[in-house]
């Protein structure tokens, strides 16, 4: 079942391509910030975190880098997949909780 | 290790209903979150339960409320149903106290209100 909305940013990536991803988030007192990707019919699934005393992170294939001064934050894959096309949320909360501010969320589309 | 289950997975309920939703975290999580998912507003949080204590809560009116039992299943009630709530509601479980933030979402709760 589809479950986000139907006009959400889309980012156009060719396989093989690396793809970023941005984010504005609102809180400059946020000490957690978390990826998600979503695909149709299912919920979110942890990507990659990163804590406000970091600037940048790696996990497979993915980096996160985050910009306090702008409050931006960004999502790099690398030599992106089709099975990489989903919704992407980026999501902003502090520490000590699970109280989480989600993003309007990036359609990516992998391109064969 | 099972994942989050939701139940039921798809309901239809008429306007002034009410309704309960079911989440099953996973096998040692205490932390259970609920959030709304809409086209229109994105992903809103609603509330968190630890331990059987709501411990955050999110900007929705009185009508929605939850619970949590002591195996940490978790459930939600939304009375008086209006067409503004037809939504994906999503649960996701935590380890909580591990020091990580990783939430673990489930598959949703599809409502649809008439």
């Known amino acids: 079942g589809e479950s986000v909305g139907l006009h959400l940013p889309t980012l156009s990536v060719q396989e093989g391509d690396n793809s970023i991803i941005n984010c504005a988030y609102s809180?400059?007192?946020?000490?957690?910030f978390i990826w998600y990707k979503q695909e149709s019919g299912k919920g979110p699934q942890f990507i990659i975190d990163?804590?406000?005393?970091?600037d940048k992170r790696q996990g497979q294939r993915v980096t996160v880098l985050l910009n306090k001064t702008v409050k931006h934050l960004s999502l790099q894959i690398a030599a992106t997949q089709p099975g990489d096309s989903a919704v992407y949320f980026c999501?902003?909360?502090?520490?000590?909780?699970?109280?989480?501010?989600f993003g309007t969320g990036t359609r990516l589309k992998v391109l064969a | 290790k099972a994942g989050v289950t939701q139940t039921p997975r798809y309901l239809i309920k008429t306007r002034g209903q009410q309704v309960t939703l079911s989440c099953s975290p996973i096998?040692?999580?205490?932390?259970v979150s609920w959030y709304q998912q809409t086209p229109g507003q994105g992903l809103q949080f609603l509330f968190e339960?630890?331990?059987?204590?709501?411990?955050n809560k999110g900007n929705f009116p009185g009508r929605f409320s939850g619970r949590q039992f002591s195996n940490s299943r978790s459930e939600m009630n939304v009375s008086t149903l209006e067409l503004g709530d037809s939504a994906l509601y999503l649960c996701?479980?935590?380890?909580?106290?591990?020091?990580?933030?990783?939430?673990?979402f489930g598959p949703g709760t599809r409502l649809t209100v008439t």
């Open positions: 999501a902003e909360g502090g520490s000590g909780t699970y109280k989480y501010i």
């Open positions: 809180n400059s007192a946020s000490d957690y």
């Open positions: 996701a479980s935590s380890p909580s106290g591990t020091g990580s933030h990783e939430q673990y």
């Open positions: 990163i804590r406000s005393n970091m």
């Open positions: 096998s040692g999580h205490r932390s």
């Open positions: 339960y630890f331990s059987e204590t709501q411990r």
